[in-house]
């Protein structure tokens, strides 16, 4: 299949990010070493178990995707010189690295601008067994209006590298979902450019399989604005980690983020890091990020690091929250003394918990598919 030739705004270069938590973006493998567990960025991830997304590897497959998209929509073929002029950054780790080098298939999705696409983009991919590797580029054109929906199932070693450019005055809901069987690995790199006031909401849904994911958002203009929603499931023996870095490099931009997850059972472990960078030129911006984690069982692990790094202080605000614990013994006090029985109440709670997440996916079929996952795979104990 020919490339298209109407070419996306490439996203603005943005300068380097010096510290030990942004490491130095870049396609070149060599500069991302095999980690060892000791480094920042390495230091919450199960290295043994993400093991065969850190090495080069034969025999690589892509996963089997199906698609349903109006004609507006186009998916193209892309080089690899293509895929890396279009992205919106380099590689920031290993797997992202290897993602991008080792690729099977390189691929543009591409909304035109002024078009606005009733329908629900969608894809899904569906692992076969074995190691896979795609990146892939998602551009929506200025002023258009889309929502894309991903979903990740059947079992592979997966690693990814998708870069979604959204251009000015756009309105994009972008939602994932990693619904992998058990055995599976998910590592990658999603990093997102929003243009001059666009307004972007992303929902990131982590419920089957081993994932890691590095989830990067930054600016192309002033006015942008970024919701980006996330739920997760974890249960005994799974790792389930996001890290996020929202980058405000523009003036009155504005981003909001709330990540909630529930884990059961021994060894169930859910990461997530959260960083905000506020640039000097970035005023009268507007940013707030929120991590709730519910533990149903003993034997969890939530690990849960909220950042604010602040460069400027004439800013309309900044905030940041992050709590961990069981139920809330309030809300069962009330439920039960209206004659609730306690499993009731118990499960009440967790669809409490999490239907303000699934409510704010705008996908009536979804929504209803996540409330029977909420309701069939967790098994509420005392």
């Known amino acids: 299949m020919s ?13 380097t990010v010096e510290s030990h938590l ?15 567990g000791r480094e920042e960025i390495w230091r919450f991830t199960p290295i043994k178990r993400f093991a065969s997304l850190l090495e080069p590897a034969e025999g690589l497959k892509t996963l089997e995707w199906g698609a349903n998209f109006p004609e507006q929509v186009t998916v193209t073929e892309l080089t690899d010189e ?4 279009l992205a919106v950054e380099a590689p920031v780790d290993r ?12 691929t543009h999705i591409q909304v035109p601008a002024d078009v606005e696409i009733h329908e629900p983009i969608e894809f899904t991919a569906t692992g076969q067994g074995g190691r896979a590797s795609d990146h892939y580029v998602i551009s929506v054109g200025a002023h258009a209006k889309a929502t894309i929906v991903i979903r990740f199932q059947g079992n592979a070693d997966y690693s990814e590298k998708l870069d979604v450019l959204v251009g000015d005055g756009a309105i994009v809901n972008l939602v994932t979902v990693q619904d ?14 929003i243009g001059r006031d666009a307004t972007v909401k992303t929902v990131t849904v982590s419920i089957g399989g081993d994932i890691r994911l590095q989830e990067d958002t930054r600016f192309g203009g002033p006015g942008g604005s970024v919701e980006q929603f996330g739920l997760y499931l974890v249960d005994a023996g799974q790792h389930i980690e996001h890290r996020l870095f929202v980058d405000h490099n523009a003036p009155n931009t504005n981003s909001n983020v709330d990540y909630r997850g529930a884990l059961q059972g021994e060894k169930a472990h859910s990461v997530w890091i959260g960083d905000v960078l506020i640039r000097k030129v ?5 940013t707030y990020e929120s991590n709730k ?6 034997g969890c692990q939530a690990d849960s690091v909220p950042n604010l790094e602040i460069e400027t202080g004439e800013i309309a605000g900044a905030g940041h929250s992050s709590t961990t614990g069981r139920f809330d013994d309030e809300q069962l006090f009330y439920l039960r003394s209206r004659g609730i029985p306690e ?21 009536p079929e979804l929504e209803e598919h996540l409330l029977e996952v909420v309701e069939n795979e967790l098994q509420v104990v005392s």
Do not use: Y
């Not at 942004?22 to 060892?36: K, Y």
């Not at 970035?282 to 507007?286: F, H, K, M, P």
């Open 180 to 193: 992998w069987e058990q055995g599976s690995i998910h590592g990658g790199q999603r990093s997102l450019s």
């Open 82 to 85: 293509q895929a890396r002029e």
């Open 95 to 106: 797997i992202a690295a290897l993602a991008a080098e080792q690729s099977v298939h390189r």
């Open 343 to 363: 499993s009731e109440a118990r499960r009440l709670v967790v669809h409490g918990f999490f239907w303000d997440i699934i409510r704010r996916i705008g996908l």
């Open 22 to 36: 942004h490491p130095t973006p870049s396609w070149d493998l060599a500069d991302h070493s095999a980690p060892t």
């Open 293 to 298: 984690n519910l533990v149903l069982t003993d």
């Open 282 to 286: 970035a005023e009268g911006i507007e």
């Open 3 to 15: 490339v298209t030739t109407e070419q996306p705004a490439v996203a603005p270069a943005i300068e």
